[in-house]
């Protein structure tokens, strides 16, 4: 599930009878059909105000069933494991970017395990889905949804992130960003990434 502003899911939506939505407190969750999208709207803001005057009228048309549209991915037994994995070098007392382009074949990132070998205490890390190449046509470099915003490395600690879906992405060519916030002085950090990805079958 990607979570992305307002303003980049209404350019995304093609297909609008297809989006649903539902009332959170005072906010609307507003989903595509499929999955792959996902935004909020809060009361009292010009995006909660475009969505009701503009859009929420062409909602909701589908014969898809809501149940359907809202599950997580975890049951879907049309997926085969497909790992694939990432290293990189954190330069010591800094900030290093590392994208990983998500082959082609995969549909689904579940989860994550990563080591980190000659961090300190106080390093972090955050993960971002990233249109590196424009691929979607609205600018290189467009952040659609960030995964850990901020996650602290402690001591040896190995990260496992489970129950993670990045499963029908509206492209191919989209890229993980990795940025690692170094804030020892000796030695560069070592980072290697297994992901738990499936493939369609």
């Known amino acids: 599930m990607i979570s992305i502003t307002w303003s980049i899911f209404k350019d995304l939506v093609k297909d609008w009878p297809r989006v649903f939505w ?3 407190g005072d906010s609307y969750y507003i989903i595509y059909h499929d999955g792959s999208l996902e935004t909020s709207v809060i009361d009292g803001t010009s995006d909660y105000t475009d969505f009701e005057d503009n859009f929420k009228s062409l909602t909701m048309k589908s014969a898809t069933p809501k149940v359907r549209v809202i599950q997580i991915l975890n049951e879907n037994n049309s997926l085969s494991l497909c790992g694939v994995s990432t290293t990189f070098t954190a330069t010591k007392n800094t900030e290093t970017t590392h994208d990983f382009l998500i082959p082609d074949a995969i549909s689904a990132i579940k989860g994550a395990s990563s080591m980190f070998v000659n ?16 691929v979607l046509g609205y600018g290189a470099g467009l952040v659609l949804g960030a995964f850990i915003s901020k996650w602290y490395i402690l001591g040896s600690q190995m990260l496992t992130i489970d129950n993670v879906s990045v499963s029908n992405l509206p492209a191919t060519g ?5 940025v690692y916030t170094s804030i020892g002085t000796v030695n560069d950090v070592v980072c290697c990434c297994n992901f738990m990805s499936y493939k369609a079958t």
């Open 119 to 134: 961090n300190v205490t106080g390093d972090y890390v955050k993960v971002e889905l990233v249109d590196v190449d424009n």
């Open 22 to 24: 539902d009332v959170r």
């Open 174 to 178: 989209l890229y993980l960003r990795f």
